[in-house]
């Protein structure tokens, strides 16, 4: 086993913690990887409070992680000692059922392994994730990041990035459509970038009047604050697309009543209580509401590719790690601008 530091909740109330833990040792197809930076995700908050249930503590969290790889199991084809590499939100997956064979690790029917707060495979401990100095991951789930880049923005790109692009390519989001990104945040930011990248136009619908000459800086075309009901009223039955990232329990009538006929409406957050909906507000319209988990190994790769072909990357506020409790009182706040990633120099 290989001793490693990290940092964890201990129960859902009291602040994050260090914590000394094992990890597994380095088998044939694993890659060891010494984590740089790992990107501080609203999951992260809502696993460590326990507000989806089902926290097995100590949790460690962080499934945003870049770093540089320091051993590599016997039989590892793809990743050499020295290259940066990344890990996002899954570890492991079944391998074998129709959406693993599809490359949908993310819908795994038997279940994905998650970064942390899964059972890992073989062990009587959870997995741990990358608020921690180092972690051992099998090399399918491990992605090549192109050295020349700015190692922390990168980092949120493994969860904020994919989750976000992810739907814009399975709804073939491009040129033509109108989009309306719901929260910005850290999915919210990236999801700004990536759909403007692709040529649609972009609204931000956000709560917060003062992220406005934000939203225009990251390539968002109009802002509507969605407190103003004559600036909500101008934009109804407008886009084709919302992509909804709010982490809190809304109504979502009010959003959905922003789509067009045969509009659809993704759902990205994850509150924890369920949302308010009028079956009216879709049925006057033909509206969908759908939604969509991460993206899977190879999808994030390609979302890797194009964000550097692109030159995309996450806006991010670098903290060292003890600033972990503080940074989530101000997650919870909407003061991030957009994403806190971890330097973990500073462990
Ligand atoms: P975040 O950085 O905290 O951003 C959430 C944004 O939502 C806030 O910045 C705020 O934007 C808006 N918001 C917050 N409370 C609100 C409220 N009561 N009403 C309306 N808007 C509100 O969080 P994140 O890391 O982007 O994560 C967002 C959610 O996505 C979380 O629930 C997370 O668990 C989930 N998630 C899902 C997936 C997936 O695969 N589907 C992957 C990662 C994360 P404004 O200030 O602009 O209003
Ligand atoms: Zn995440
Ligand atoms: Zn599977």
């Given at each position: ?25 380095v088998g ?191 390539g968002a075309?109009?802002?509507v604050v ?122």
């Amino acid at each position: 086993m290989i001793s490693t530091k990290g940092y964890a909740a201990f129960d859902p109330v009291q602040p994050l913690a260090p914590y000394d833990f094992e990890r597994r040792d380095v088998g044939a197809h694993d890659v060891m990887i010494e984590i740089l930076f790992c990107g501080v995700c609203h999951s992260d908050l809502h696993t460590v409070r326990s507000e989806w249930g089902g926290a097995t503590y100590p949790v460690v969290p962080g499934h945003e992680i870049v770093g540089r790889i320091v051993k590599v199991g016997n039989l590892v084809e793809k990743f050499s000692v020295g290259e940066t590499a990344g890990v996002g939100c899954m570890v492991d997956s079944c391998r074998s059922c129709p959406s693993c064979e599809e490359g949908l690790e993310q819908y795994c029917e038997v279940g994905f392994t998650g970064t942390y707060n899964s059972p890992e495979p073989g062990l009587n401990t959870p997995t741990y994730g990358g608020y921690s100095n180092q972690i051992v991951v099998k090399e399918d789930f491990v992605l090549k990041i192109r050295e020349d880049q700015d190692l922390a923005r990168i980092a949120p790109l493994l969860c904020a990035g994919i989750t976000t692009y992810s739907p814009l390519r399975h709804w073939k989001v491009g040129a033509g459509h109108k989009v309306a990104v719901v929260g910005l945040g850290g999915l919210g930011h990236m999801a700004v970038k990536l759909a403007a990248s692709m040529g649609a136009e972009v609204t931000v619908l956000s709560t917060s009047p003062e992220k406005e000459t934000d939203a225009t800086d990251l390539g968002a075309h109009k802002f509507v604050v969605t407190k103003d009901p004559q600036a909500l009223e101008e934009v109804k039955n407008t886009f084709d697309f919302i992509i909804n990232t709010v982490s809190a329990k809304v109504s979502l009538d009010m959003y959905a009543s922003l789509l067009r006929r045969d509009g659809t409406m993704i759902l990205l957050g994850v509150p924890p209580e369920a949302p308010e909906l009028q079956a009216a507000t879709l049925i006057f319209g033909r509206r969908r509401i759908a939604g969509s988990l991460i993206g899977g190994i190879a999808e994030t790769q390609e979302m890797l590719d194009y964000c550097a072909e692109h030159d995309i990357l996450s806006d991010v506020e670098v903290i060292p790690v003890n600033y972990i409790n503080e940074a989530y009182e101000r997650m919870l706040e909407g003061d991030v601008k957009y994403r806190f990633v971890i330097d973990m120099a500073s462990l």
